[in-house]
């Protein structure tokens, strides 16, 4: 489907927030809006959109694997909506987004839930030309914060960090302990100890918990007062299909903890490069206070024996990541 849209001002909401540093800049040649060799179109076809995927995306993590947000498009169906610019015949750069039909926005494909999103250009003097022609409203959140920065027409706002652990200097668990502050080191061990004293069982990649882990996670946040997006039965069919299409481009591990005849807790993890990723969890943290931390710890020995360079707690502090790993930023865009 080939379409002409005028390339208006853009109208960001600047938000409150101080502004991102400043970098490499981007002068957009005169008339560059306007040439006529330019050439637009709107791609939903999945099978074109998957191809187009395949030769800009990096692949650099696993948010830039095509069956990672294909799992989430067999789980919501939102139509995609690829912003295709061409010159000549060649494609110059894409925009991959979807219309969130809940939501009445466009985010990109594969929904909000993916991070280190990266802009799709041959040459960074294509952005701006693909972010003008971008529909509203819209919202892209979760940017690499490494992207060329616009210093004119575009507003970046900081979004929430995402948190790491480079493993790097690590031989085990232990070291990240003696890493750590004294109180902070204590309370770990403490949880630690305390789980280890119930004589736990630890299972790897039983799937079939998968059910479990949903229904620890609803029952977790209705006890704090929460929402939790695990009662939309498109998500739980999101991460059944996130399961499904495991050994296609990433690989992925179950870790579950069973205490007596009680499932204390489980994690859904997924392996892509150097990184372990800690996609999902479900804690009874009720009957089993510390079980999170008690995880945690044993997913860094675990990573360390699959030989990765770090672990990836993704986004959102959640009031506690921000004590024990790395900070790293990222940007959003809103029009």
Known sequence: MKTTINTNELEI???????????????????????????????????????????????????????????????????????LLKRNNEVLGILPLWHDLTRKKYFWFGSDWQEENKFFVKDKIFLPLLLNLAPSPLFLNAIDSKIPLLSSKFKFLWDDSKYILELKNFKSSEDFLMSLKKNRRRDLRKDRNRILKQNPKIVFNRFSDFK????????????????????????????????????????????????????????????????????????????????????????????????????????????????????????????
Do not use: H
């Open 212 to 335: 479990k882990l949903v229904n620890l996670a609803k029952k977790r946040f209705a006890q704090k007062g929460e929402s939790v997006d695990w009662k939309d039965k498109r998500r739980v069919e999101t991460f059944s299909q996130v399961i499904n299409l495991k050994g296609l481009s990433y690989e992925l591990r179950m870790l579950s903890v069973y205490i007596g005849r009680k499932i204390a807790g489980v994690d859904l993890i997924a392996l892509y490069g150097n990184t372990y990723y800690a996609l999902k969890c479900g804690y009874d943290v009720k009957n089993f206070p510390g079980i999170g931390n008690f995880i945690n710890l044993i997913e860094i020995d675990d990573a360390l024996k699959l030989n990765l360079g770090k672990i990836d707690f993704l986004q959102n502090n959640y009031q506690w990541k921000s004590r024990w790993f790395q900070e790293v930023p990222l940007l959003k865009y809103e029009k």
């Open 13 to 83: 909401k600047t938000g409150e927030k101080e502004e991102p540093p400043d970098s490499s800049q981007i002068n957009e040649p005169p008339g560059f809006y306007f040439a006529k060799q330019n050439k637009v179109e709107i791609i939903s076809d999945i099978e074109t959109c998957y191809s187009l995927w395949q030769e800009f995306s990096p692949k650099e993590t696993l948010f830039d694997t095509w069956e990672f947000r294909y799992a989430f498009y067999l789980g919501y169906k939102y139509k995609p909506y690829f912003i």
